[in-house]
Each structure stands twice: as C-alpha cells, then as structure tokens.
C-alpha cells in the first residue's frame, strides 16, 4: 500500500510540476484579459492609443471594497479552520483510540489534495462557463487569474452589481468547500479503508461529482452579465442546470452535504461493515474531542454560511443570525428527542450531532429565509436527524461509521425543500429577484410556495443521482486496481498502526 501511496503522491506531483510550466505558458497568451491589458500597456512599440485604452479598460475594472475583502479572507480561514481541526477532531473522537490518528490523517491528506486539485483545475471545472453540467478550462491551472509583474488580478462578481472581489479571493473561498465536502465522506467508511484507497477515490469523486454539481448548483454570469431585458433568458441560459430551474442553495445543502452523505453511504455498502458491527460495541473513545470539534464546527460555519454571500452586507447579516439561532434550535431539538426515547437523558453526542444537524440544514437557507424560518428549520432538522441516525440507519442496513447520511443527508434534504417554504416573502423570507437586470424581488403575490418547493427537490433528486452513481463507478474502479479495505488483521489491530505506523496516544 505504502509503494502505492507514493506513486500516487508522485504522479501528482508530476502533474503539479507540469501545470506550473503550463500556467507560465499560459500566462504569456495575450488571449487571456489580464495578461492582454498588460502586454498592451508593457508592448515597446506599442502606440498611445493602445496605452490610452489600456488605461481606460482598468478604470472601468471594479475596485474591491477592503472591507468586503477583508471579510471574504475571514470567511476562508473559518471554513480552513471547519475541517483542519474542527471536523478531525469530531470524527475522531468519534472512532475507537486505535483508529484516531487514521481519521486525522485522512482528513488533513484529503483536504490538502483537494486544494492542490482545485487550483490545478477544480476551480475551472466548477466556476468557469462551459455547458449546463460543466465548465470550461480558461482557468486551468489559475490561468488569467492573477499579474505579477503588473500586480493586476481579475475580478470576480458578486450578488450586486458593481461589486466584484479578487477573483483568486473567491477561488480560495470554494477551495475551502470543495476540500471539507470530500473530507465529510471520511466519517462513512472510518476504521476500514485503505489509506491510498481513499485518496484515490476521493480524486475521481471530486472531478465527476464535485466539480460538476458545484457547476450546476453556482454558476451563472453574475449580476453585471445582466445589461439589458433583451439578454435576460440568453444570460440565464449560461448558467448551470440547477440554476437555471431556481433552486435556492446559499452556502451548499445540495452541493456540499447531500452530496457528500450520497457518496458517504454508497461507500459503506461498497467497503462493507466492520468486523464486529452489531456485535461490538462501537463507543465513541474521547466525547471530550467530539465536542471541541463540534464547538469548532460551529465558529468555523458563520465563514462558510455568512462568506457565502461575497459580501459584508445586510445578506452575510441575515446568514449570520440564522445560523446561529437555527444551531441552537437543532440542539435543544435533539436533545429533548433524545430524552424523550433514552429514560429521560440527553446525552453530549446527542447535543454535539444536534449542533452539527443545524448547521447542515441551515446552509442552503441560511440567506434565503426569515429569522423565524431558521428556528423552525433548525428544531425540525434536529428530530428529523436524530430518526436519521437511528430509525433511518436500521432501515438501510448499512454500517455509515460516523452518520455522514443520517446527518449530512437527511439535515441537507430537510434544509433544502424548507428553504423553498420559508423563503417566501408571506413567510418572513427576503424571497429573490425576479430577473437579474432590474434586480427586483419576487412580490408575495407572486410567489408559489410549491413551484419554489419542486425546484428545491428537482435539485435535491439529481444530486442524490448523480452522486450515486459517480461513487459507484469510482468506488469499484478502486477497488479493482488498488483494493478498498484493509486485511482483517489490520483492522483488528487498528489503522493507525497498520497504516500509518504510530499511535495518538503513548502510555
């Protein structure tokens, strides 16, 4: 496995070395915009009207507001700090001590891949214009994103117009996604699976589910696309395929956790139960780590939810608060639920997996509903969580390790289709533009709750789909070439010996 791992990691660094002489190419390609309106204005023979409308061209370029910026590096660093340590640390706290340093590993390894490959071409896959389901390649290994020697960077829209941030900015902002959506599918097959296995599985996952939903759920144009009335529909129809039907997700109910928990649970049947499942007791090694992780979660999500709005305005506001009041909804949701069916006690994983369940269930709404909206999202996620980790997890029969679907799926789903509720305007919700040209917002009159609502599930069926499906395939590629789970005596041992040759704790 080991002379697995670093072909592996060298093929990838291969693949780095040659981008980074592929992007210096590229860089000189006066095709691209920035590097074309600096090689006009650098060019010896160039004349004084091409300096005339160079000058012009960057006057017209949108200056970022520093607070806006400032805000957005924030945001990243929260999310960075979501999953490196927030979701490690709850994970493993979850696993038996034998396994710990596995599951730490995993996430950390995983999260650093992803970035590499959302900077190689991640980012263009899922952010540039391509078709309805994917994008193009005019930001292959950030091609056109940033000058040196001119200290220019391109600009990235927003969700107002003649707002923009530094386009590098908002790359960094999805990177951080991108890399804890993968990092989520760990929980579901944890204490089992190869090391290299997961690596390799998590680069297929990421290319042909990742990518491609994140595309279909976040591209458009932007808001500056829309000039006129005329273009409206020709603008529209640039943008993914969930987008274009106006289905509502924020920060990722769809593209980050029913994705994920899909991938999660086609994982658990693939690399099948522990040894001992439903003979063993299975308990958590260290609640005291689950819950700082989870505390951490829940700092590190007012970046991911409130970020998500690109700016440092009223729509991060609105995320903020309902982030965190859906949260605490959840947790006394769960809490009472749990009471109610374990002879009167609530437990601390009881109250950190609420935590979690509203977070989840809050992204996709988290700009798109009223306050009161948020409670009632957040109390309905936390009964409806706790079913999916009990009721739910028996009825499917699968050993989900650590309920990425229980949580991640059943919080992602409830969030979604609510989120077409309470968005309506008669509900308390800021309800949404009627067309991005005039930029005015659907009347109440106006709104259907159930068209809004069949959108929302349209959205939540074809990334339930498509993720299946491309996990299947990249799970049994796996598993032919390089095998999903370890031998039995390494699992009885424990992953951090047999993989990785150390252990968490040293007595």
């Given at each position: 496995?080991?002379?697995?791992?670093?072909?592996f990691?060298f093929g990838?660094?291969?693949?780095v070395a040659?981008?980074g002489a592929?992007?210096?190419g590229?860089?000189?390609?006066?095709?691209?915009?920035?590097?074309a309106?600096?090689?006009?204005?650098?060019?010896?023979a160039?004349?004084?009207?091409?300096a005339?409308?160079a000058?012009a061209a960057?006057?017209?370029?949108?200056?970022?507001?520093?607070g806006?910026v400032a805000?957005?590096?924030?945001?990243?660093?929260l999310?960075?700090m979501?999953?490196?340590?927030?979701?490690a640390?709850?994970?493993g706290?979850?696993v038996?001590?034998?396994?710990m340093?596995?599951?730490?590993?995993?996430?950390?390894v995983?999260?650093s891949?992803?970035?590499v490959l959302w900077?190689?071409?991640?980012?263009s896959?899922?952010?540039?214009?391509?078709?309805a389901f994917?994008?193009?390649f005019d930001?292959?290994?950030?091609?056109?994103m940033?000058?040196?020697?001119?200290?220019?960077?391109?600009?990235?829209?927003?969700?107002?117009?003649?707002?923009?941030?530094p386009?590098?900015?908002f790359?960094a902002?999805?990177?951080?996604?991108?890399a804890?959506t993968?990092c989520?599918i760990v929980g579901?097959?944890?204490e089992?699976?190869?090391?290299?296995?997961?690596?390799a599985?998590?680069v297929l996952?990421f290319t042909?589910?990742y990518?491609?939903?994140a595309?279909?759920?976040?591209?458009?144009p932007g808001p500056?696309a829309?000039?006129?009335?005329?273009?409206?529909d020709?603008?529209n129809?640039k943008?993914?395929l969930?987008?274009?039907?106006g289905?509502?997700?924020?920060?990722?109910?769809?593209?980050v956790?029913?994705?994920?928990?899909?991938?999660?649970l086609?994982?658990?049947?693939?690399?099948?139960k522990r040894?001992?499942?439903g003979?063993?007791?299975?308990t958590?090694?260290?609640l005291?780590?689950?819950?700082?992780g989870?505390?951490?979660l829940?700092?590190?999500?007012f970046g991911?939810?409130?970020?998500?709005?690109?700016?440092?305005?009223?729509?991060a506001?609105?995320a903020f608060?309902?982030?965190?009041?859906a949260?605490?909804?959840?947790?006394?949701?769960?809490?009472l639920?749990?009471?109610m069916?374990?002879?009167?006690?609530?437990?601390?994983l009881g109250?950190?997996?609420?935590?979690?369940?509203?977070?989840v269930?809050?992204t996709p709404a988290?700009g798109?509903v009223g306050?009161?909206?948020a409670l009632?999202?957040g109390?309905?996620?936390g009964?409806?969580c706790?079913?999916?980790?009990?009721?739910?997890k028996k009825?499917l029969?699968?050993?989900?390790?650590?309920?990425v679907?229980?949580?991640h799926?059943?919080?992602g789903?409830?969030g979604?289709?609510?989120t077409?509720?309470f968005?309506?305007?008669?509900?308390?919700?800021?309800?949404f533009?009627?067309?991005w040209?005039t930029?005015?917002?659907?009347?109440?009159?106006n709104?259907?709750?159930a068209?809004q609502?069949?959108a929302?599930?349209?959205?939540v069926?074809?990334?339930?789909a498509?993720?299946?499906?491309v996990?299947?395939?990249?799970?049994k590629?796996?598993?032919?070439?390089?095998?999903?789970?370890?031998?039995?005596?390494?699992e009885?041992e424990g992953l951090?010996?047999?993989?990785?040759?150390?252990?968490a704790?040293?007595?």
């Amino acid at each position: 496995m080991n002379k697995l791992l670093l072909a592996f990691l060298f093929g990838l660094l291969m693949f780095v070395a040659g981008g980074g002489a592929f992007a210096q190419g590229a860089a000189s390609d006066a095709a691209s915009g920035a590097a074309a309106a600096v090689a006009a204005a650098s060019a010896p023979a160039a004349a004084a009207s091409d300096a005339a409308s160079a000058a012009a061209a960057a006057a017209s370029t949108p200056v970022p507001n520093k607070g806006d910026v400032a805000w957005m590096l924030v945001s990243t660093a929260l999310v960075i700090m979501m999953s490196i340590p927030a979701l490690a640390l709850f994970y493993g706290g979850l696993v038996r001590s034998k396994n710990m340093l596995s599951v730490l590993m995993q996430v950390f390894v995983t999260f650093s891949m992803i970035v590499v490959l959302w900077c190689l071409y991640g980012y263009s896959l899922a952010f540039t214009e391509g078709n309805a389901f994917f994008g193009g390649f005019d930001r292959v290994f950030m091609k056109g994103m940033y000058d040196p020697i001119a200290g220019t960077m391109a600009m990235a829209g927003t969700f107002s117009k003649g707002v923009a941030i530094p386009e590098l900015l908002f790359m960094a902002f999805q990177a951080t996604f991108a890399a804890i959506t993968c990092c989520l599918i760990v929980g579901a097959f944890a204490e089992r699976m190869k090391f290299a296995a997961v690596l390799a599985f998590m680069v297929l996952w990421f290319t042909f589910a990742y990518a491609p939903i994140a595309h279909m759920v976040w591209f458009w144009p932007g808001p500056d696309a829309y000039t006129s009335k005329a273009i409206v529909d020709a603008t529209n129809a640039k943008a993914g395929l969930i987008w274009q039907w106006g289905t509502l997700d924020f920060a990722g109910g769809t593209v980050v956790h029913i994705n994920a928990a899909m991938a999660g649970l086609v994982g658990a049947f693939m690399v099948g139960k522990r040894i001992g499942y439903g003979r063993e007791a299975f308990t958590p090694h260290s609640l005291t780590l689950t819950m700082v992780g989870a505390a951490l979660l829940w700092v590190g999500w007012f970046g991911f939810n409130a970020g998500s709005a690109l700016e440092a305005g009223n729509s991060a506001v609105l995320a903020f608060i309902n982030t965190f009041s859906a949260t605490a909804a959840a947790v006394l949701a769960w809490s009472l639920g749990e009471a109610m069916t374990n002879k009167g006690k609530a437990s601390m994983l009881g109250a950190a997996s609420g935590a979690v369940a509203g977070l989840v269930a809050i992204t996709p709404a988290c700009g798109n509903v009223g306050l009161l909206g948020a409670l009632v999202i957040g109390f309905v996620a936390g009964f409806a969580c706790l079913w999916g980790v009990n009721g739910l997890k028996k009825m499917l029969g699968a050993d989900d390790s650590l309920d990425v679907f229980g949580v991640h799926g059943v919080g992602g789903i409830v969030g979604a289709l609510l989120t077409g509720v309470f968005n309506s305007p008669s509900l308390g919700g800021p309800s949404f533009p009627d067309n991005w040209f005039t930029g005015e917002l659907v009347k109440p009159e106006n709104y259907s709750i159930a068209s809004q609502v069949w959108a929302q599930a349209k959205a939540v069926l074809v990334t339930i789909a498509w993720s299946g499906i491309v996990s299947l395939i990249a799970y049994k590629l796996v598993d032919m070439t390089i095998g999903l789970r370890v031998s039995e005596e390494d699992e009885r041992e424990g992953l951090d010996i047999t993989s990785h040759g150390e252990t968490a704790y040293n007595s």
